[in-house]
């Protein structure tokens, strides 16, 4: 497949919606914007509420799987990000108190080119940008300092904290973990548990690197990711443009607190990881600020969008991942271009035919990121592994054995942790969010489109409703997939 070369500002679809909606969504961060593009592309009137005043203070940097690239890719957007990131050719596991190699995942050249797209490590205020200004160009207006305080959801209303009530054929609730349109929507106060991961997230310049002769190990290859894994702790650190290297620190810290956008002193932090190689407390001690992220647990939320749907969540909102993934904003962006495509497909203001497409997105979308939160969650919990634990024996013996067997074949992988891992990067990296819209559409929107059209027809009083084509998303689910069932 061939990508655009210049960005999409109209017809990312190729179709448009024959009716056009009155979109409001809550959060302007990647989720809200990438929500905002797909569906302004999809022929719709979209406004974006954001309470903060821009990216303003990001300073964290962010790990962009191939699919995500992807659907930047799709929206011609390669060469903003091929210049702005760093491509990753392989993740190192390192043993963090000496820095010794203890396993690597090669992005292996035939195998990326099955996935036609590449990781790369950026800013998050460069992947911001880069959304933003196409969502921008294609006539998004995007309200910045505009904090919703209240929905309604029956009314389709929302209150912003200046007193103004704005109105919406529906309503996105793109607002993050600790969502207020989410809390709105379930009609109950919720009460997030902290989960055992805090994550500390923020970039240094490379220049103040490259002053310190014991650092140029982190810049010799190019974009290698390096995962540091220590006891009850780790460290990921990669480069996030030609000037920036970003470094996430995890850890356990019950007393955190969760904000992208509020910078906290690193040195306590810092403190914590004391038994790493020297080499990385020297280049960990190069920050003086982190944001703090707590790991928060949502609810179990039936589902994703109102009865009446007059409200959708996305994105963090919707389904929360642990710190450390490098699959936040890859998830929030494949649900906007799948939302995106199934509302492209919009024939009337019917409000069946909307729940639909809304029972559509969810369905299409729950399976998977209810799975990568539960791999990614897996992945981190192996990173963090305790020193007396038995499964770190059992981790490092795998991965001692495949350095003997100096295996770069990663599909004939005798070792079931090294194997486990690189199925999980199979499936998780290989989604196409557009052909996943496609294929529902194929499978199941046609079909209605035809039963609709025969049951008007005979009109004969037995014929199903469009309502009775709802699919029922717990099915999809096994309920045995708890975030937390392996404990770290
Ligand atoms: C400023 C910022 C910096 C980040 N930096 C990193 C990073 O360095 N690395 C990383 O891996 N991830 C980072 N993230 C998180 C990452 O963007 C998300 O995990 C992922 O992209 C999913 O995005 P989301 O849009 O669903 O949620 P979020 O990114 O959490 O965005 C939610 C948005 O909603 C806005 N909002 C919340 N409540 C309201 C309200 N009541 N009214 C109006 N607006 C509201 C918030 O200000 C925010 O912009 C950052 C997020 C933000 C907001």
Not at 265 to 283: C, H, M, Q, S, T
């Amino acid at each position: 497949m061939s990508f655009p070369t210049k960005p999409i500002l109209n017809d990312l679809f190729h179709r448009k919606a024959a009716v056009s909606l009155d979109f409001l969504i809550v959060g302007g961060s990647i989720g809200g914007l990438a929500c905002a593009y797909n569906l302004k592309q999809a022929g719709h009137n979209v406004r974006v509420l954001e309470r903060s005043s821009g990216p303003g203070n990001a300073i964290g940097g962010l790990r962009v799987p191939p699919n995500m690239t992807k659907l930047l890719l799709h929206w011609g957007l390669g060469d903003r990000l091929v210049k702005a990131g760093i491509r990753c050719p392989r993740i190192e596991m390192l043993d963090s108190e000496n820095g010794n190699f203890l396993s690597e995942l090669v992005f292996h050249e035939v195998v990326m080119k099955e996935l036609q797209a590449e990781n790369y490590g950026v800013t998050y205020a460069d992947i911001y940008g880069i959304i933003h200004d196409i969502t921008v160009a294609s006539g998004v207006q995007i309200e910045y300092n505009c904090e919703v305080v209240d929905v309604d959801v029956e009314e389709r209303e929302v209150r912003l904290a200046s007193g103004e009530i704005l109105k919406a054929d529906l309503i996105v609730g793109a607002d993050g973990a600790t969502s207020t349109v989410r809390e709105r929507m379930v009609g109950l106060q919720e009460n997030h548990k902290a989960g055992p991961f805090t994550g500390y997230t923020y970039t240094i310049p490379v220049s103040r690197m490259k002053e310190d002769p014991e650092l140029q190990v982190f810049l010799e290859e190019k974009g290698v990711w390096k995962v540091f894994m220590g006891n009850n702790t780790c460290a990921l650190t990669f480069m996030a443009g030609p000037d920036q290297y970003a470094i996430q620190l995890i850890m356990s810290e019950p007393s955190a607190s969760h904000s992208w956008s509020k910078p906290i002193d690193l040195a306590p932090v810092v403190a914590n990881f004391d038994d790493y190689d020297e080499r990385v407390k020297r280049l960990l001690r190069l920050g003086t600020q982190a944001v703090e992220t707590r790991h928060v647990i949502q609810e179990h939320l039936e589902d994703w969008f109102s009865d009446d749907g007059h409200v959708v969540l996305l994105g963090d909102a919707a389904h929360n991942l642990n710190p450390g993934t490098s699959h936040g904003s890859a998830l929030a962006m494949e649900d906007a271009a799948v939302l995106g495509s199934l509302f492209s497909r919009l024939r009337t203001r019917d409000p069946d035919e909307i729940l639909q497409l809304l029972a559509a997105y969810q369905e299409i979308r729950e399976g998977r990121c209810v799975e990568v939160t539960r791999t990614e969650y897996e992945t981190v919990a192996f990173s963090v592994l305790p020193k007396d634990n038995p499964m770190r024996v059992e981790r490092d013996a795998g991965f001692a054995a495949s350095r003997q067997m100096k295996v770069l074949d990663w599909e004939n992988l005798d070792d079931p942790f090294l194997q486990r891992i690189w199925e999980q990067f199979k499936c998780s990296f290989g989604y196409e969010a557009y052909d996943a819209a496609d294929d529902w559409w194929v499978d199941w929107g046609i079909m209605r489109e035809r039963m609709k059209a025969s049951s008007m027809a005979v009109s004969d009083g037995s014929g199903s409703s469009p309502k009775d084509m709802t699919f029922s998303f717990s099915q999809s689910l096994d309920p045995t997939l708890d975030p937390l069932s392996t404990s770290p």
